[in-house]
């Protein structure tokens, strides 16, 4: 169903004067006035008659006028079934963002965990045209989209409505329905009705008007039968005279003339202070939206502490394994070490020993030999007394040695009772060891983040930070570089000749720099008189 503008009705309310519209309904053959019989207009009686629900007059500021929530969506469909089915020009690259905004409304925040590959339906979010004007894949556009649908985290369904209306309110063809028109000198032209004013345009250029009238400078407008007759203030009596080309009598006119007061009465309203009603009707919607910013800084808060968390979880985890893996590599290292030392000791020892038992056996040879004259009876003091020197000095050496070796024993027990030792405070650290779930961190060790520190050497650490530090510097991109980055790749895929004559004149506008607001700025800009004589020309 569409919601066409506004046969307006007055109601009294305790606030004062209450504006009610009707529904205005078209349907797949043509619009429909409300409360009139669909056989008195013409409209095959065809099951079953498909309804849309649409907007007649368009919003000058979608920000500052949509202010129910549900509003907001029904327009926001609208445009998006209009801009899909090529109703409103779009730009390829706006195209894009557009649909980034239609997806975040959809699915909320983008989860690259949740959101696969292949998980749009492009074809449903771009008008069909883009696939025979670029060399892509709908893969590319894909990832197009999704670039541009991964900067929007953080907002709303609404905002992320808004933001799209935003962006569609300031395309060429938003908010003007065009009717064909013959001047007096029978020369085809197209009338665009717009929330601004009138604006007249050659057949073929829906998107740069010719010539411009605001509805402020509009004094009078009236129609006899196919013909249209506009006043404009001056100081002389300017007429803008025009005929339906439609073929359907005052049909057309007539619904010119009722679009042309509507949009009339409406740009004098946002011009006037608001009434009683409208201020307090502004005062609920900002104490709405100030709650719902207020949950959503709530939420947001609680989302960054629980990411904040989980992150932190995932470095302690990354941390320990590595600890395991150092705590493992110690004791290989004390292993080794130790038998090391046993062995150079032993060594050391056995190098030791021979010259020792060399004077050992050298002793008891002199001592044996000695031995024979004393039970000869013939005795030699001084030999004597050299044997007991020699005797002594071998027994200071292997003293010696024994303490030696007893000092070996020692070191290689305290360096067992360090490692015991070390052991133990880990055990202790991991009890004080907070935010580890208790199945995440094995029984025989933890750690304390803020207490211990390591390197991370291990693959799988490298990947995971490097992981991390690609997301952090991909957040750091603003929403304009990745749009500018896709307009100069877009540029490349096109093809050129199979532009259609729209797509021409906004290239050819883009080049020029002409946009849609300087054109108005230029065009209002303009007297009453040369507009008059402007148009004569066409």
């Not at 699915?107 to 690259?112: A, S």
């Not at 670029?134 to 808004?162: D, F, L, P």
């Not at 046993?342 to 050992?360: D, F, R, W």
């Not at 021409?504 to 040369?530: D, P, R, V, W």
Request: glycine share 4%; aromatic share 8%.
């Amino acid at each position: 169903m569409t919601c066409p503008a506004v046969e307006k009705k007055k109601m009294k309310s305790a606030l004062g004067h209450r504006h009610v519209y009707t529904v205005c309904v078209k349907t797949e053959e043509g619009e429909l006035e409300f409360l009139y019989r669909l056989r008195s207009q013409g409209v095959p009686l065809k099951e079953p008659i498909t309804f849309r629900l649409m907007i007649k007059f368009y919003p000058e500021n979608v920000e500052q006028e949509l202010l129910e929530d549900i509003t907001q969506h029904l327009f926001f469909l609208q445009l998006k079934r209009m801009i899909l089915e090529e109703e409103i020009y779009c730009p390829p690259d706006v195209s894009v963002l557009l649909a980034s905004y239609a997806v975040h409304a959809e699915y909320g925040d983008y989860d690259p965990d949740v959101q696969k590959p292949g998980f749009l339906a492009v074809t449903s979010l771009l008008p069909k045209r883009f696939i025979n004007l670029y060399i892509m894949t709908t893969a590319m556009w894909e990832e197009k989209i999704t670039a541009c649908y991964a900067q929007h985290r953080g907002k709303s369904r609404e905002e992320a409505e808004m933001e799209y209306l935003k962006i569609a309110q300031d395309l060429d063809m938003y908010g003007v329905d065009y009717f064909l028109i013959r001047n007096m000198k029978g020369h085809d032209l197209l009338l665009g009705l717009h929330a601004l004013g009138l604006h007249i345009y050659k057949p073929g250029n829906k998107l740069t008007p010719e010539v411009t009238f605001i509805w402020s400078e509009i004094h009078r407008m009236s129609f006899e039968w196919n013909m249209f007759l506009i006043k404009v203030l001056g100081k002389k009596s300017n007429l803008v005279k025009f005929k339906s080309s439609e073929g359907k009598g005052c049909k057309i006119t007539s619904m010119i003339l009722s679009l042309c007061m509507g949009n009339h009465e409406l740009f004098m309203r946002r011009r006037n202070p608001d009434s009683m009603e409208m201020q307090e009707i502004k005062i609920q919607v900002a104490m709405q939206r100030s709650r719902k910013e207020e949950a959503k800084q709530r939420l947001q808060k609680e989302r960054q502490l629980r990411e904040a968390a989980e992150r932190a979880r995932d470095e302690m985890e990354m941390s320990l394994i590595q600890l395991q893996n150092d705590v493992h590599m110690s004791n290989v290292l004390l292993l080794c070490l130790g038998q090391d030392l046993l062995a150079e000791k032993a060594k050391t020892t056995e190098h030791n020993a021979k010259p020792l038992a060399q004077k050992a056996i050298k002793a008891e040879t002199e001592k044996q030999h000695n031995e024979v004259p004393a039970i000869c009876g013939q005795e030699d003091p001084e030999k004597m007394l050299e044997a007991e020197m020699v005797a002594l000095k071998m027994d200071e050496e292997s003293e010696k040695w024994d303490m030696e070796d007893e000092q070996l024993k020692q070191e290689l027990q305290e360096a067992s009772d360090a490692e015991r030792e070390e052991k133990h405070n880990l055990l202790e650290i991991t009890s004080k060891s907070p935010g580890l779930p208790s199945d995440s961190v094995p029984r025989e060790l933890s750690f304390s983040r803020e207490d211990l520190c390591f390197d991370f050497k291990d693959t799988d650490m490298k990947s995971f930070f490097t992981v991390t530090e690609k997301k952090k510097v991909a957040k750091k991109k603003n929403l304009h570089e990745v749009l500018k980055e896709m307009k100069t790749e877009m540029e490349l895929l096109r093809l050129k000749g199979h532009e259609t004559p729209l797509d021409c004149i906004y290239f050819q506008n883009k080049a020029l720099g002409i946009t849609k607001h300087s054109t108005l700025m230029m065009l209002t800009l303009q007297s009453s008189e040369s507009k008059l004589a402007h148009y004569e020309t066409l």
